[in-house]
């Protein structure tokens, strides 16, 4: 059996890299649409009467459906039950009607109306009804998105199990950071240009249609390869989704240390990305016009970064190393990031480069991890469990930032293209951003001592584990 899929996949590697770029570029077009509005801060407080609160509460919004509704682990039953291409054609349709809604709200005029919420007669909150209407679009998106991630891994590794895995999971990982990269470049320049926040949302709606259509021909050749599978002699059926899997992997501690390294260190990177514009133009004085240009050097370096990172994992091991080394650049970028003095553009630039060189390296190290602590049957539902903590983070931590800096980090007004704005003093949110570096040291120190313990063999070169583990575990 191990020998027929082997001669199969060593048969058409052209296949292979076809189906990789097609699911890849799906990623990538759901990844610019996650980080589009991003840019916009400044724009959307100038022109739409946002604060930091309402931007804070819109950013947070990403998780609120895949975490109080359970949408990732649902995701990820749907996943391993239907398969990658109802759970990929379902995520895209989701990420669509969200970028919807979201686009409606953002160019609607809905007057300044305000949604008030209250229980009992005793009012709860109120929110710009505009905001609110946003924040649900990105909640629907949120779900597809995740959905999409977790749907192209598990794609990934249908079809590269036992072949360059690490690289392929490390460029599917480097496809949305090209997404995250035009997000970050095109953005603001666009909004700009044709004065209308919503025009970046628009470009991308038409990008994210053309991601379907590319996931669309994904499906045909996914749904060729099965038929042709299913036709050789000794196929059985992938083992199916069980609740009580939830149980087994939660028993694992390594898995628990691997995913709170992962929730504390996406919520320290992830969520800057969300005011690093502003950050540029308020502490390093940074034109608008420029000021996104100096965050997508971070995706642009991952571009390149987090294959080469994977496959040096794959060739020379060194897994719990290099996310621990991963966790230390944050705690000294963000250290220096929060420095008032330290104002100068080419510092920024420099910060932002090795912050990319981090958020390469841990990824890197990180997904291709997992298959080597849980067994494959398990990896679909690991890593939604993963995203949906994760998420915990990715929801809260923009809303923390967007609340401290309302409440504790005003320092005045400034003028930004002629409106006065308020000027933000970016000092405390710096320093929470290396706090969670801090802890992500720990959490990687923590996942070394007990890789050195069980012998996960994360220090190991994955080729030569691949071989050995993975594809015992995955091909009976
Ligand atoms: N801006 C998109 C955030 C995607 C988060 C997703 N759960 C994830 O962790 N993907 C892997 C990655 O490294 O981007």
């Avoid at 540029?280 to 997508?296: D, E, L, N, R, T």
């Avoid at 794959?314 to 719990?320: I, K, L, M, P, T």
């Avoid at 120190?445 to 030569?464: M, S, V």
């Amino acid at each position: 059996m191990k020998e027929i899929i082997r001669k199969k996949m060593a048969a058409s590697p052209v296949l292979r890299w076809t189906v990789l770029g097609l699911v890849s570029f799906t990623m990538l077009t759901g990844y610019v649409i996650a980080d589009v509005m991003a840019p916009l801060k400044t724009l959307l407080e100038q022109q739409l009467g946002w604060d930091s609160s309402d931007y804070g509460l819109f950013t947070s919004g990403y998780g609120w459906l895949n975490i109080f509704l359970l949408m990732l682990i649902f995701g990820g039953m749907i996943l391993d039950k239907k398969g990658v291409r109802y759970a990929g054609v379902l995520s895209v349709g989701l990420m669509i009607g969200g970028t919807l809604l979201k686009y409606w709200a953002i160019t609607a005029d809905l007057g300044g109306a305000v949604s008030s919420f209250s229980i009992g007669g005793h009012s709860l909150f109120s929110v710009k009804s505009q905001v609110l209407y946003a924040t649900l679009g990105f909640a629907v998106f949120g779900v597809g998105v995740e959905m999409i991630g977790i749907t192209a891994n598990k794609a990934v590794v249908k079809w590269f199990r036992g072949r360059s895995l690490a690289l392929a999971l490390g460029i599917n990982v480097a496809a949305g950071r090209i997404g995250t990269a035009i997000a970050m470049f095109g953005s603001l320049p666009l909004a700009r240009m044709t004065g209308n926040p919503g025009a970046p949302l628009a470009v991308c709606l038409l990008l994210l249609c053309i991601g379907l259509l590319s996931f669309l021909v994904f499906c045909v050749l996914d749904r060729r390869e099965d038929r042709e599978t299913e036709t050789l002699p000794g196929t059985e059926k992938e083992e199916e989704f069980k609740l009580s899997d939830i149980v087994k992997i939660a028993k694992i501690k390594a898995f628990w240390y691997i995913t709170i390294l992962c929730v504390l260190f996406y919520s320290a990177v992830f969520p800057f990305l969300k005011y690093a514009t502003e950050l540029m133009i308020q502490k390093f004085h940074v034109s608008p016009g420029f000021a996104g240009a100096i965050p997508a050097l971070l995706p642009f370096g991952n571009i390149l970064l987090t294959p080469l990172f994977g496959s040096i994992y794959d060739r020379r091991g060194h897994g719990a190393t290099i996310m621990l080394i991963g966790s230390a650049l944050l705690v000294c970028v963000y250290t220096l990031f929060a420095i008032p003095a330290l104002t100068a553009n080419w510092m920024a630039v420099v910060l932002v480069l090795v912050l990319g060189a981090a958020l390469s390296l841990v990824p890197s190290a990180m997904w291709p991890s997992v298959t080597k602590i849980v067994p494959y049957r398990m990896l679909g539902t690991s890593y939604s469990m993963i995203f949906w903590i994760q998420n915990w983070g990715l929801a809260f931590v923009p809303l923390l930032i967007g609340v401290v800096l309302k409440n504790h980090c005003i320092a005045g007004t400034v003028v930004i293209d002629g409106v006065v704005s308020t000027r933000y003093d970016y000092t405390l949110p710096m320093l929470i951003f290396a706090g969670f570096g801090a802890l992500s040291i720990v959490f990687a120190l923590l996942l070394r001592r007990e890789d050195a313990r069980k012998g996960y063999g994360l220090e190991k070169p994955n080729d030569e584990l691949q071989t050995n583990s993975t594809t015992k575990t995955q091909i009976p």
